[in-house]
């Protein structure tokens, strides 16, 4: 009988991060109104929110910390973000907004820290997230909407590297070999 493998649960929640952060990074790039901002919700909750945090949870019990608090930790950014739009906006402030993007950009620091001594693929994935939510911060705080457009711009750059981190987990699992390198 052959030994069972253990399923790798991280293409789950790169896929579910990247799916989502392309869709909210649309509309903050200005390439999409904001009143297209329920289909980022609805993916939030589902794909970014719950795929992301069943991810994490699977990590944890392959003993992976990192991935454990990176899904579990954006999959619960996912929700909380679907939540406040959808229930909790109302008489908001943007610099609040902007407080809460900018300790998202410290939780992601500390963890593209410790992706110096992982794969390139993930590093390149946080290296362009970290800027990412820092610039949103500055955006929401100062009411600039170029600086929320620029972060905009580097989501897609960081979903883009996430979708192909993602594929080619999958991709390199189903061939047996590396055919796209990570």
Do not use: H
Not at 52 to 78: D, L, R, S
Not at 82 to 97: E, N, R, T, W, Y
């Amino acid at each position: 009988m052959a030994e069972k493998k253990a399923i790798n649960p991280a293409p789950l929640g790169l896929s579910g991060f990247a799916l989502t952060t392309w869709l909210l990074s649309m509309v903050n790039a200005g390439w999409f109104p904001g009143a297209d901002v329920p289909m980022v919700l609805a993916a939030a909750f589902a794909f970014g929110g719950t795929a992301q945090f069943v991810a994490g949870v699977a990590e944890g019990f392959v003993g992976n910390g990192f991935g454990f608090v990176a899904f579990c930790g954006y999959g619960a950014f996912w929700w909380s973000f679907a939540l406040f739009v959808d229930f909790f906006a109302k008489g908001v402030g943007g610099p609040f907004v902007g407080w809460y993007l900018l300790l998202w950009g410290v939780f992601t620091t500390y963890l593209w820290i410790a992706t110096w001594k992982k794969g390139r693929a993930l590093m390149l994935v946080f290296t362009a997230l970290v800027p990412t939510f820092y610039l949103l911060a500055a955006g929401a705080l100062t009411g600039n909407s170029g600086l929320t457009v620029f972060g905009g711009y580097l989501g897609l750059i960081t979903a883009a590297l996430a979708f192909y981190l993602a594929g080619a987990e999958v991709i390199n699992e189903a061939w047996g070999r590396v055919v796209l390198p990570v």
